[in-house]
Nanobody, 123 residues
Framework: QVQLVESGGGLVQAGGSLRLSCAAS????????MGWFRQAPGKEREFVAT????????YYSDSVQGRFTISRDDRKNAVYLQMNSLRPEDTAVYCC????????????????WGQGTQVTVST
């Protein structure tokens, strides 16, 4: 397993941008597909984006498609989530997750989880 620590959250006005980072410790980071999920108050955790081990295959939820970009840097053992055109409904705790079986849009596909970073988008 890998240990994951997110950073980069904060308070931003609607229409603004934030870049989240997820630092991984442990071995063989490049062998993991990575994902971002979020959980808003009173709601279930939901899928945001995933990136394959190769870094080539990307997949996004419909709600963030075209506004968010997931990327990874295996030299730094990190995955990122660039969030543009933020909306109040993007307010949530954002968590990164690592998958040894290919990732995907479902939580059960992930082995390790970070604690999360809070993103708050004001009107």
């Amino acid at each position: 397993q890998v240990q994951l620590v997110e950073s980069g959250g904060g308070l931003v006005q609607a229409g603004g941008s934030l870049r989240l980072s997820c630092a991984a410790s442990g071995r063989a980071f490049s062998r993991y597909a990575m994902g971002w999920f979020r959980q808003a108050p009173g709601k279930e955790r939901e899928f945001v984006a995933t990136i394959a081990r190769s870094g080539v295959t990307l997949y996004y939820s419909d709600s963030v498609q075209g506004r968010f970009t997931i990327s990874r840097d295996d030299r730094k053992n990190a995955v990122y989530l660039q969030m543009n055109s933020l909306r109040p409904e993007d307010t949530a705790v954002y968590c990164c997750a690592a998958s040894s079986v290919g990732g995907g849009a479902y939580e059960r596909g992930y082995d390790s989880w970070g604690q999360g970073t809070q993103v708050t988008v004001s009107t």
